[in-house]
Each structure stands twice: as structure tokens, then as C-alpha cells.
């Protein structure tokens, strides 16, 4: 009998709608970091990203009976913590940081610390200057490497307009990071 790790995506899927709570546990440790990650950098705020995964994650375990493909279940999660994310920026202005811990490694020589510490501000500062949409988009595709279809069905928009956004975000980084290159 296989156990619950070896199992891919669309038989947790089956056996969490049937119920099985260890199943569903498994998405959750598979998918947490990702949305997390995503949560963060839109948010710029851990207390806030951990709040949106944590809202995801048990609304999802609640409508898992509506989802009609079990393997849409991962785009379903990327779609509903960009959605989440995308209300608690239209709700306040967007402040704070990227999660430091997250985007250095450990014990980096002084100068080298001094200047990622000052392209990650850079970027931070160049990120939150972004609308919502676009920060959303360049996220979910440079980051998160989803596909722009992918990312129209999560911000529910279409193909050209994602690739509108991620160009237009593209093109302000780029201006913004320019010094840095």
C-alpha cells in the first residue's frame, strides 16, 4: 500500500475530498512554502502573508467538494492566494520588506552583505511601486515560473493583459535595477 508521500497531487486531491484529513496534510506541507513565498512578496508583510496562506488553505480544505478537476487543484491555490493577496492591497497601502531570511544567504562577506542589502531595498521599493496586478504577475511568472495562462485564470484577466503587466513591470525594474547591473 503506498503511503501519503509517495502520492502525487491528483490522487491527495481524490482521497482529501473523500475526507482523508492526512491526504489533505500532505498538500498542505507540499503547497505552504510556495504560497507563503508568493503571500510575502506581494505583501510585503509576514504577519499579513501568514494570515492570507492560513485563510487559503482552510477555505480550500471547506470547497475542495466544488473543485471540478483534481488537477487543478494547484493553479486553484496560486488563483485564490493571489486573489487574497490582491484584496489586502486594495484594502491598505502596501509598506514594509521582502523577507530578508528569505532572500540571503547566511554570513555573506561585509561588502557583498552591504550590497545585496541595498539591491534587495531597491527592489522592494521598485516592487511596491508596481499596481497590485502588475507586482501580482511578475511574481507568479518570474518567480514563481507560471505559465501566462496559468497566471490569467489566477488573476482573471486574459493572456495579453498578463503579458501587458509582466512587460510593463519588467520595464520599470529594469529602470529601477539598472544601477545594479
Not at 486553484?76 to 502596501?94: D, F, G, Q
Not at 530578508?100 to 521599493?125: F, K
Request: hydrophobic content about 40%.
Amino acid at each position: 500500500m503506498a503511503t501519503a508521500v509517495e502520492l502525487d497531487d491528483v490522487t491527495l486531491v481524490a482521497r482529501a475530498r473523500d475526507g482523508d484529513v492526512p491526504a489533505y496534510e500532505q498538500l498542505v506541507r507540499r503547497y505552504q512554502g510556495p504560497m507563503y513565498r508568493l503571500a510575502v512578496r506581494m505583501l510585503a508583510s509576514r504577519g499579513d502573508a501568514e494570515d492570507v496562506v492560513q485563510d487559503v488553505f482552510l477555505t480550500a480544505w471547506r470547497r475542495l467538494p466544488q473543485l471540478q478537476e483534481d488537477a487543478a487543484f494547484v493553479g486553484w491555490l496560486y488563483r485564490t492566494t493571489t486573489n487574497r493577496c490582491l484584496n489586502v492591497l486594495r484594502a491598505r497601502r502596501p509598506q514594509a520588506e521582502l523577507d530578508p531570511e528569505a532572500t540571503h544567504s547566511p554570513d555573506p562577506p561585509p561588502d557583498r552583505a552591504a550590497e545585496v542589502s541595498a539591491q534587495l531595498a531597491a527592489l522592494t521599493g521598485a516592487l511596491q511601486q508596481l499596481t497590485p496586478e502588475q507586482r501580482a504577475c511578475w511574481l507568479l511568472r518570474e518567480v514563481h515560473g507560471r505559465s501566462y495562462e496559468e497566471i490569467a485564470a489566477a488573476v482573471n484577466s486574459t493572456t495579453t493583459a498578463v503579458r501587458g503587466r509582466i512587460a510593463r513591470a519588467r520595464a520599470q525594474l529594469a529602470e529601477v535595477m539598472r544601477p545594479w547591473r
